[in-house]
């Protein structure tokens, strides 16, 4: 007997998670004493080299994108949604013009030289394992081009090990 295969929609078939959950995280740096925390909202998680693995695309403009280079740690943090304009300003300024989190109101922990916001509820704590940079030529879609880079620069893939998971239990 043959069988039948049912047709989803990627958004359908629930396994597939390909945002980050709730669509948008923190992405915290240790910035010598300071921090930096930047939102971001492609990437995702997945598996590689024996590990669980996420992955972030950061475009080089970026001062987290300097940042991870050099550093090498950083922390995915998850918020509720009370905190939904604090991440929207980590999204619109830089870090470069000063220390972000404590205009939005969030207050940053460390672990290690790790910061992450104390606000959040999920924290995946990461070690960089690989980066390269998007090329022009390598792009099989070349239509993405002209849609996501007529301004700014190509995205840095950025895939790294979680290596501990802090999970908030009074929120
Ligand atoms: C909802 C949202 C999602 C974003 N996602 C990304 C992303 O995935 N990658 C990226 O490079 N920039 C992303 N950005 C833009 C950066 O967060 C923004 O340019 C930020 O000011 C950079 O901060 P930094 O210069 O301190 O690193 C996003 C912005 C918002 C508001």
């Given amino acids: 007997m043959r069988k039948e295969f049912a047709s989803l929609a990627p958004e359908e078939y629930g396994a597939l998670d390909f945002r980050p959950a709730r669509d948008w995280m923190l992405i915290g740096v240790g910035d010598g004493e300071g921090e930096n925390l930047m939102t971001a909202s492609w990437g995702g998680f997945g598996f590689a080299w024996g590990r669980p693995i996420a992955l972030c695309l950061i475009r080089p403009e970026r001062y987290t994108h300097g940042l991870l280079l050099r550093e090498r740690r950083l922390s995915l943090s998850f918020l509720p949604k009370e905190h939904h304009e604090a991440m929207r300003l ?61 301004e700014g620069g190509l995205h840095t893939l950025f895939l790294c090990a979680v290596e501990e998971v802090l999970v908030n239990r009074e929120s």
């Fill in 90 to 150: 980590c999204g619109t300024l830089s870090g470069r013009e000063g220390n972000k989190s404590l205009r939005a109101g969030l207050h940053c922990v460390r672990k290690g030289n790790v910061p992450y916001p104390e606000e959040a509820d999920t924290v995946l704590l990461c070690r960089l394992l690989y980066a390269e940079g998007m090329k022009k030529e390598d792009f099989c879609d070349a239509s993405l081009l002209p849609r996501f880079y007529a």
